[in-house]
């Protein structure tokens, strides 16, 4: 089939790569968001999946709006079949939905209905779960409720970031959405509507929701530093300044929530219920270094938050 990949961050990128080394289908153009700054810098630079596509020398579209005429009618130029979908960050008007024969289809990173929206790995870890996946379905207005096409079981690691599950969602998602391209293109591809039954919301995580509570759980706050890896990092205050924690996990003990307990090897937070070992740390305006070498650097009692 003629393709046009939809995308814009590294995890899209990774998908295309894997599309392209298929072989199986031509793709002729990629959509992706425009040049965005990053850095100190400021510097505009292309997204990941433009980089990409500007290697391998396909056509890189960028409207500021999906919705901009000039890019309907380059799509129909191109005379596209199918566009797959791995978080492009736009809204695609019913208009170009209809426009492509097979349609848009889009990788998700969740067990559809459950998750849907823009964080639902981050949201799942927080939630406790288990068991993710990830689900191919027909893009249609509504958010994240086209039909299924295909699904695929993820079980998270104990101590796995939001960061590390999407890279081996990425995997799985990848392999199963060219199969799925496979599909639809003989024909055989089968779309299920969703269930109404166990719909919830991922909405993208805040910094506000990344600071923690040290009257929570050591595991519920465990699992708010695995959601907030890589982004936006959970937190807490030390003196009156941002402290933050990328990895962290919970572990027998008592101790009035708040309080560190450093010893040459370790570093123990009391929590509501339980410790909290702290692994990787990041001081304000100090670099990330290893909890253990922060805690032997401590020449007092300190408490956090």
């Not at 406790?128 to 893009?139: H, K, M, N, P, R």
């Not at 530093?225 to 924690?245: K, M, Y």
């Amino acid at each position: 089939m003629r393709l046009v990949f939809a995308g814009t961050p590294q995890l899209a990128a990774d998908t295309l790569q894997v599309l392209l080394d298929s072989g199986r289908h031509q793709v002729v153009a990629v959509l992706t968001r425009p040049d965005a700054a990053k850095g100190r810098s400021s510097k505009l630079l292309p997204s990941p999946v433009a980089e990409l596509a500007e290697q391998r020398g396909i056509e890189v579209l960028k409207p500021v709006k999906p919705s901009e005429p000039w890019l309907a009618q380059r799509l129909a130029e191109l005379q596209v079949d199918c566009v797959p979908v791995v978080a492009y960050g736009g809204l695609i008007p019913r208009s170009l939905l209809d426009a492509i024969p097979r349609g848009w289809v889009n990788l998700h990173f969740s067990l559809l209905p459950r998750w849907r929206g823009a964080a639902p790995v981050q949201r799942a870890i927080l939630a406790g779960d288990q068991v993710s996946g990830v689900t191919i379905f027909d893009l249609v207005p509504e958010l994240d409720a086209g039909p299924v096409l295909a699904q695929a079981e993820y079980h998270f690691g104990p101590d796995e970031t939001s960061g590390e599950a999407l890279t081996g969602l990425t995997a799985i998602g990848s392999r199963l959405l060219v199969e799925t391209l496979d599909r639809l293109e003989d024909g055989t591809a089968v779309a299920e509507d969703q269930l109404l039954d166990g719909i919830t919301l991922a909405p993208k995580l805040t910094p506000a929701e990344a600071q923690l509570d040290w009257s929570q759980t050591a595991e519920q706050l465990a699992r708010v530093v695995r959601a907030n890896n890589p982004s936006p990092i959970a937190w807490t205050t030390l003196n009156g300044e941002r402290f933050r924690i990328l990895r962290a996990r919970p572990i027998e003990g008592a101790a009035e929530p708040g309080t560190v307990e450093a010893t040459k090897n370790a570093v123990r937070v009391g929590t509501g219920a339980g410790l909290l070992e702290l692994i990787e740390v990041q001081p304000a305006g100090k670099r990330v270094l290893p909890a253990a070498d922060w805690g032997r650097g401590l020449r007092q009692a300190v408490r956090l938050g």
